[in-house]
């Protein structure tokens, strides 16, 4: 079956912008995490989603940063007033709540901010 | 706090055995996982232990001791292939993953 998509999967932007970039989970995947990874660096968790609410948002990095998962599925990271330290790859990554560990990673989007 | 260590690069030869190590210090730890990522690509999951002891699948085995807070990824008959970042990942209570800053594993021919 499809695995996770992330759109788009790249994005420059400027200084001060705001940007959404967007997480297509695997069908019937309840668990749903955004992490950041800068270069020579692990994954750095975001926030986790379990089902439409978001069970914990505390490795956002301040207000600047909001994630929503309106209808379960389909996940928005938003970004208002990006600055350059903004700049990473967004990972989006899904899990089955059935007893697996396993952690499904999308492509992940580029973001550079100008 | 918090942490996570595992050694920043490995190089092995093609055939060999490779031994990539872990060690944490967290509270609420339920599990180690780890993870593959090749440059550019996205992180693939390779295995999760909660027990003590050796998980085998495959090449790849993972081992923990949890009394030690310690575990290691162990890769038998490298391939060119396996060159990549290799993450051990710590699970903090039911959901919450906490990565370490990756191992870059070099296999020469």
């Known amino acids: 079956g499809a695995g996770v998509s992330q759109t788009p999967s790249n994005k420059v932007t400027e200084k001060g912008k705001y940007v959404e970039l967007r997480c297509d989970p695997i069908s019937g995947h309840t668990a749903l995490y955004w992490y950041r990874q800068s270069l020579g660096q692990g994954p750095e968790f975001l926030i986790y989603f379990q089902g439409t609410g978001a069970a914990d948002d505390s490795g956002l990095p301040n207000d600047r940063f909001f994630a929503v998962r309106p209808e379960g599925s389909v996940s928005t990271l938003k970004i208002q007033r990006t600055e350059r330290g903004d700049s990473a790859v967004y990972l989006c990554?899904?899990?089955?709540?059935?007893?697996?560990?396993?952690?499904?990673f999308g492509p992940g989007t580029r973001l550079l901010v100008l | 706090g918090q942490s996570l260590e595992q050694p920043s690069e490995v190089t092995a030869v093609e055939g060999a055995i490779v031994q990539i190590n872990c060690t944490y210090q967290?509270?609420?730890?339920?599990?180690l996982s780890w993870y593959q990522q090749h440059d550019g690509g996205a992180p693939t999951f390779l295995s999760y232990?909660?027990?003590?002891g050796l998980e085998e699948t495959g090449r790849f085995s993972s081992f923990l001791s949890r009394s030690d807070s310690y575990g290691y990824l162990l890769l038998q008959e490298l391939q060119m292939k396996d060159s990549a970042s290799y993450f051990c990942?710590?699970?903090?209570?039911?959901?919450?993953?906490?990565f370490g800053t990756g191992t870059r594993l070099k296999v020469l021919a």
């Open positions: 990942a710590v699970k903090r209570g039911t959901y919450k993953y906490i």
């Open positions: 990554a899904s899990r089955s709540d059935a007893g697996q560990e396993t952690q499904y």
């Open positions: 232990n909660a027990l003590d």
């Open positions: 967290t509270s609420g730890f339920y599990g």
